[in-house]
């Protein structure tokens, strides 16, 4: 198990100089920006984790503690990024260039659209805001698009409900397929377990639609064991979440990777040993619970961490934009 206090005490992510003199606060001290050649695992993190941060702080800290990708998930207070100026069609270039000039890559956008709309104009507009991300996935030459399937309607017999969210998807695929842009449906809410999940995508039916693995919900509420998770999904896992937690009622509370009850090293090592082409993306949900620790510590921690996972199970660093994400 690693704490907190192990990490800090040992980890070269972040170097704590204590002053030495009462009333003195530690400095600390950012790690230098390694330069674009440099070699680095495939690691990235969620902008959920990171709420308050404007965009060239996310894309600095991702270069400076090694990160290959950056997942957008909002940016500060807005949660549509289609509406973010950073991704204006006037601003585009500029946006490429400084991911670009970094070495890393935009892994997936995360819209809040959900498939289980039964209302005729409320799905038009979850729709509507799927194909926008999907264009601006294009135009960042991000692989992924993240809908939810999210919930079972009440008084919606569940083929119905299955079959509603399938049409979703695959309308959906159409309209990614052609712009170079996979849909992927997460792991959440009321679908996570993986007999459900296969059974959406055998339902949908489309190249352009397949999974984004949160591979804590499957485990902390689909109570599953990861290698069972990925032995039913892994033809359709293209991304993944990964988080750490530990039990707090009828809920969970995220705590540092390493120190919950989530095994997050046999999830990562699960993806690895298969040759899973993707991203290890730490999901850190600062954004909807801000009692949890500061990004500055628990992204650059996961780094440490997971990169550990990565090494051990064979795992090499790859030159930045190496990674072509696609089928395991």
Not at 94 to 107: F, N, V, W
Not at 187 to 213: K, N, Q, Y
Not at 276 to 291: A, D, I, N, Q
Request: hydrophobic content about 40%.
């Amino acid at each position: 198990m690693i704490t907190r206090r192990d990490f800090i005490g040992s980890s070269a992510a972040l170097a704590v100089v204590a002053c030495g003199r009462a009333g003195r606060p530690a400095q600390v001290v950012s790690s230098p920006q390694p330069s674009r050649s440099v070699d680095r695992l495939p690691l990235g993190f969620s902008t959920l984790g990171c709420p308050n941060w404007e965009w060239r702080q996310v894309l600095d800290f991702a270069t400076a503690h090694g990160f290959a990708a950056v997942e957008l998930r909002g940016l500060q207070t807005e949660m549509d990024l289609t509406k973010r100026p950073e991704f204006a069609p006037t601003r585009l270039d500029e946006t490429r260039r400084q991911i670009a000039d970094r070495g890393l890559r935009i892994s997936c956008l995360g819209a809040s659209a959900n498939m289980h709309e039964m209302d005729a104009a409320k799905r038009a507009t979850e729709l509507d805001e799927a194909r926008r991300f999907i264009d601006l996935a294009h135009d960042l030459h991000a692989p992924y698009v993240r809908v939810f399937g999210n919930k079972y309607v009440a008084g919606v017999p569940r083929d119905q409900m299955l079959a509603h969210i399938a049409r979703g998807l695959r309308e959906l695929g159409d309209y990614a397929g052609g712009r170079g842009v996979t849909v992927l449906l997460e792991s959440h809410g009321d679908f996570t377990d993986s007999p459900t999940l296969r059974e959406l995508m055998e339902r949908a039916d489309s190249p352009a639609a397949a999974i984004l693995w949160d591979a804590h919900h499957t485990f902390a509420f689909g109570k599953e064991a990861p290698e069972d998770t990925f032995r039913q999904l892994r033809r359709w896992i293209r991304h993944t979440h990964l988080k750490d937690s530990v039990p707090a009622g009828t809920d969970r509370r995220y705590v540092l990777t390493g120190s919950g009850d989530v095994p997050v090293r046999r999830q990562v090592e699960q993806l690895a040993h298969s040759g899973y082409p993707g991203y290890y993306s730490f999901e850190w949900e600062k954004r909807w619970h801000p009692e949890i620790e500061e990004p500055e510590v628990a992204i650059a921690q996961f780094a440490t961490v997971v990169g550990g996972y990565l090494r051990n199970a064979g795992v090499r660093a790859e030159a930045p934009g190496a990674r072509s994400p696609g089928r395991p």
